[in-house]
């Protein structure tokens, strides 16, 4: 029976990621994998993170995980979740390390100077709780989620994509920021779509069914 692989490189709690999953794919083997062949031989895969970017893509290549993940993400429906989708692109500030370069862009910080809401007050980072994400353009993904509904955030850097049409969506503190990229068969989020109540399991849900 194929599978989902939820990609494990020992940053996060992957459970609650498999438990949304599965909730929303009910019969379906979710499996949360370190082994290269398991991640190769699933059916669709996701890849979540939280933690630094360095120490991210120190542990993915500590795990021999670093050719797995671009192959699937070149073949298969492949989402990425906050961390995972920043390291799909070429360079993070965070550590002034190289990502994957899967996706061409790069990760950058918020800048304070701009940290500053609509009343005056300033904005703390990290971004943290929840905020509206605006489609960029119309995806498979945002069926049956209402444009500029809520997801949830923790995050000081944000996706700089150098490809305009990569951006399916954005969403506003102190900047507009690229909170959702797609090319293809990739699919990735800054937000945490398992922690973002029914709007998240809404887009697991689609992920699931998605045929790119």
Same mark, same amino acid.
Request: proline share 6%.
């Given at each position: 029976?194929?599978?989902?692989? =939820?990609?494990? *490189?020992?940053?996060?709690?992957?459970?609650? &990621?498999?438990?949304?999953?599965?909730?929303?794919?009910?019969?379906?083997?979710?499996?949360?994998?370190? +082994?290269?062949? &398991?991640?190769?031989?699933?059916?669709?895969?996701?890849?979540?993170?939280?933690?630094?970017?360095?120490? /991210?893509?120190?542990?993915?290549?500590?795990?021999?995980?670093?050719?797995?993940?671009?192959?699937?993400?070149?073949?298969?429906? %492949?989402?990425?979740? /906050?961390?995972?989708?920043?390291?799909?692109?070429?360079?993070? +500030? +965070?550590?002034?390390?190289?990502?994957?370069?899967?996706?061409?862009?790069?990760?950058?910080?918020?800048?304070?100077?701009?940290?500053?809401?609509?009343?005056?007050?300033?904005?703390?980072?990290?971004?943290?709780?929840?905020?509206?994400? *605006?489609?960029?353009?119309?995806?498979?993904?945002? +069926?049956? =989620?209402?444009?500029?509904?809520?997801? *949830? %955030? &923790?995050?000081?850097?944000?996706?700089?994509?150098?490809?305009?049409?990569?951006?399916?969506?954005?969403?506003? *503190?102190?900047?507009? %920021?690229?909170?959702? &990229?797609?090319?293809?068969?990739?699919?990735?989020?800054? /937000?945490?779509?398992?922690?973002?109540?029914?709007?998240?399991?809404?887009?697991?849900?689609?992920?699931?069914?998605?045929?790119?």
């Amino acid at each position: 029976m194929s599978h989902v692989a =939820i990609i494990d *490189y020992g940053m996060g709690n992957l459970r609650s &990621v498999a438990k949304a999953i599965e909730h929303v794919a009910p019969g379906r083997r979710v499996v949360v994998t370190s +082994e290269p062949a &398991v991640v190769a031989a699933a059916e669709r895969v996701v890849f979540p993170g939280q933690g630094a970017m360095p120490d /991210c893509m120190r542990e993915l290549d500590r795990r021999g995980l670093r050719q797995v993940v671009k192959d699937v993400a070149a073949a298969k429906p %492949f989402l990425g979740i /906050c961390i995972g989708q920043q390291m799909l692109f070429e360079h993070s +500030e +965070e550590g002034d390390v190289a990502g994957l370069g899967i996706l061409p862009g790069r990760v950058v910080r918020f800048p304070t100077a701009d940290m500053v809401a609509a009343d005056g007050s300033r904005l703390k980072v990290p971004h943290m709780g929840w905020n509206e994400v *605006y489609r960029s353009r119309p995806h498979a993904m945002w +069926e049956g =989620i209402p444009d500029g509904e809520r997801f *949830y %955030f &923790v995050h000081s850097y944000f996706v700089v994509p150098s490809d305009a049409a990569l951006v399916a969506a954005e969403t506003g *503190y102190g900047v507009r %920021f690229t909170s959702a &990229v797609a090319r293809d068969n990739i699919f990735a989020m800054q /937000c945490h779509p398992e922690k973002s109540a029914q709007a998240g399991l809404r887009l697991l849900s689609n992920f699931i069914s998605w045929m790119p």
